[in-house]
């Protein structure tokens, strides 16, 4: 059973800094690619930033400068780095990592969320 689970939320002040964790576990092969998407009230989820197996990343024009998305493929963890973090970008935030087996079946799986808030 594959378990998708993010942490490193929190209410943080304009101007400060978070460091959000996607942590994968079970019997899988490997992770093809991730991607970090966050949530706002009343808004379409949006792609943050996404990462592949050789490690080529885009993000979107909101966060570009500011986030820095990585992994570590031996410990099946995605990292997001949010510096100079802004009030528009409270949110929840949704890591979706796309997973081979063994078999060479791939299926995209979402964690449960974890929430940012940007706040004075």
């Known amino acids: 059973q594959v378990q998708v689970v993010e942490s490193g939320g929190g209410l943080v002040q304009p101007g400060g800094s978070l460091r959000l964790t996607c942590a994968v576990s079970?019997?899988?092969?490997?992770?093809?690619?991730t991607g970090w998407y966050r949530q706002a009230p009343g808004k379409q989820r949006e792609l943050v930033a996404r990462i592949t197996t050789d490690n080529s990343t885009n993000y979107a024009d909101s966060v570009k400068g500011r986030f820095t998305i990585s992994r570590d493929n031996a410990k099946n963890m995605v990292f997001l780095q949010m510096n100079s973090l802004k009030p528009e970008d409270t949110a929840v935030y949704y890591c979706?990592?796309?997973?081979?087996?063994?078999?060479?079946?791939?299926?995209?799986?979402w964690g449960q969320g974890t929430q940012v808030s940007v706040s004075s």
């Open positions: 979706n990592p796309i997973i081979r087996f063994t078999s060479g079946s791939t299926f995209s799986y």
């Open positions: 079970g019997s899988i092969f490997s992770i093809v690619a």
